[in-house]
DNA sequence: GCCTTTCTGTAATGATCAATAAATATATCT
DNA sequence: AGATATATTTATTGATCATTACAGAAAGGC
């Protein structure tokens, strides 16, 4: 059944992408309502209608961000069959995302919230939590690796997945001040390098 | 010989490491005027006559916080005999600084100026200066490693370094989440668990 | 003493910020 | 057609931003 009242003259989804970039580029605090509503093409008072409020379209955009960009970016982290070749996927195609020339450089999630003052409350709590959710999906896969027999069961599970999720965070630092692909992998190779100390028995 | 005119009412070097710590906490764009003369204990105009203006105040600070707390956690590089102890007792004393209950986590450079359009362009080639000159500062103790004969000749300096520094940017990210001290030793220890292969002789 | 110089406090500047009021336009529903 | 509902455009709101005019205060030089 067709709406009641004018239909808006935009296509919501495309708009909500535009926004999303202009987060991605700027961050909360770079992203004037003036930026928006430029790439988006419409005014403000349709943003307002139709997202809210700039703190609601943030978040909207931000999980747009996660499901696509950030989806691609894990999946390798699922579809390796051992769990080695997964963070090691995981980490390589961190480093082609964060150096995609058509694409602002670094994670929208890892940069977005760092300075608590400069973005509202719920901002801050929103990219936070994502950051812990995925320091989770690592630890989850290694934990898989652990039940299949594939690593040994007294694996710091917490501290491992910990230490590759800072990593790729510091490689959206690194994505920002050099975009190169090359010093990217560069940091990913010396993450894997770790790989089998960390995973080894713990026992002597 | 004294100074003509009034003698201004408070003491300089205060009033900037007061803005270092608000800078330090908020970043560039979230730390006010309001914010920054509360903290200094003084009035915008005093502000602007001793700092000259808000972006000046900030590089000022930057220098400070690298002159003060940064050659405290990188003070290790240079005293420690060997070169794999320089970096582990760096990534430690980044560990123990960026946890630190009495200020605010993280490193005001790693973490500053990472959204262009938020902060001026002199602030933001300022602190990505920074960041590349502590890679370079990492390479210099590789290379004088491999000078002293205790490194391989054909290690990659600067991809090691690069690696060690984007780790130490992503724990300023893990000490905004999480300010605990063993999350950021964990990830130290991973960093280190990487150092026997990114060192050894590359040939076979 | 007065003059000059510099600093301090108050109050204001114009710019930009996010958000909205009012009027008009375009659709469906009866 | 007329009523209702929603969107759009233009212009505006009050808040906050960084910065500064202005007048008074506190020092040295004469």
């Not at 580029?25 to 209608?49: F, V």
């Not at 703190?55 to 769990?83: C, D, F, H, N, R």
């Not at 400069?118 to 939590?129: E, F, N, T, Y």
Request: with cysteine; glycine share 8%.
């Amino acid at each position: 059944m067709p709406e009641k009242g004018r239909p808006r003259s935009f296509d919501r989804a495309d708009a909500l992408m535009r926004a999303m970039q202009v987060f991605w580029e700027k961050g909360y605090e770079g992203a004037s309502l003036a930026a928006l509503t430029a790439a988006m093409g419409i005014n403000a008072p349709s943003l307002y209608a139709a997202f809210g409020c700039k703190e609601s379209l943030y978040l909207e955009a931000m999980e747009l961000y996660s499901q696509t960009v950030g989806t691609e970016i894990w999946a390798a982290l699922e579809t390796a069959p051992k769990a080695r070749e997964a963070i090691s996927r995981f980490l390589d195609a961190t480093a082609r995302a964060y150096s995609q020339a058509d694409t602002p450089h670094g994670c929208l999630i890892a940069l977005g919230g760092l300075h608590q003052a400069a973005v509202p409350q719920a901002v801050c709590d929103a990219v936070s939590r994502h950051r812990g959710e995925n320091i989770a999906k690592l630890r989850d896969r290694l934990e898989a690796a652990i039940a299949a027999g594939e690593l040994p069961a007294n694996v710091n599970t917490e501290a491992v997945a910990t230490f590759y999720a800072t990593v790729q965070h510091g490689m959206s630092i690194l994505a920002r001040d050099d975009g190169s692909y090359e010093s990217l992998k560069h940091v990913a190779d010396g993450a894997m390098a770790a790989w089998d100390v960390l995973t080894r028995d713990g026992k002597h």
